[in-house]
């Protein structure tokens, strides 16, 4: 699949994410390789009244979000693949005031499940401000919720 | 800004009314949690509301938002009952979806296995029709001593 192809699947993806919509996360970045999401800074996600410092929560949703979303970078039709787990850890809070970028990829994919792992960071990628692993569930084309969704997210790039 | 977080505390825990506590951290309120009083414990609820919807072809409540409910309770649940001073800043958070978290209201319910002076140990379940069933179960460290 084209790198245009895989960025115009992965803003497809996350465009028909709700809760995405609501924290106005963006598709930054998206390759072969792996994927990039931005988390714009807002006050409604602030999860240190003191600081202004953002929720872990709303980072754990970048990054849910982005490991699950990586799976278009691999695989050659859009599947539905609930998380089976997630864990992150925290190296340092965020910095108030700037945006938060994610970056996940997927390290092995089998028949049946696909383990990512990225992180998120501000400024530097090389300082990150969380370590993040994911398992995802393939469900196959059985299952692939709704044919209608795929059709949306995957478009013309079949 | 500062904050008397032991007042809020005794407050909340004196009119049995969590809502100004909750209202102190704008993610909470995004999310929309609330706070039940059972007795001696505290379950928290996440009232259904389709902002908070991930999968749109069930739909599912997202992935994140149930993991950021049950972390936000387990922070809470420690500064209400650990009598910690200061807002507990996270470590770690290692969550197992069991089942989809359905477009409906969830709830979660904290335990805390280990608090150390330094460091505290929760585990999270979260729920929604019935608690032996969960949807999600968590685990976090917090940081509990001086900031």
Known sequence: MSESAILERAQRFLSALRHCQVLGLQVHQATAEGLTLCLPYSPQIIGNPETGV???????????????????????EFEICPTLDLRIDYMHPAEPHKNVYGFAECYRVTPNIIFTRGYAY????????????????????????????????????? | MSLDLNQCVR????????????????????????CLRMGDDMVFRL??????IGNPVLPAIHGGVIAGFMEHSAMLHLLMFMEIPH??????FSIDYLRAGHYRDTFVRCQVWRQGRRVANVAITAWQTNQTEPIATARAHFKVDEP
Not at chain 1, 55 to 75: E, F, N, R
Not at chain 2, 28 to 33: C, K, T, V
């Open chain 2, 11 to 34: 407050d909340a825990h004196e009119r049995n009314d969590y809502d100004k506590l909750i209202s102190l951290f704008p993610y909470a309120s995004l999310l929309g949690i609330e």
């Open chain 1, 122 to 158: 501000q400024d530097d990628p090389t300082q990150p401000i969380a370590h993040v692993v994911g398992t995802f569930m393939r469900m196959g084309k059985i299952a692939q919720g709704g044919g209608n969704l795929k059709k949306d997210i995957q478009g013309g790039a079949q």
């Open chain 1, 54 to 76: 953002i929720h872990g929560g709303a980072i754990t949703t970048l990054m849910d979000t982005t490991c699950g979303i990586s799976t278009v970078c691999v695989l050659p």
């Open chain 2, 87 to 92: 807002l507990p800043k996270i470590i770690d």
């Open chain 2, 47 to 52: 009232p259904a509301n389709k902002d908070n």
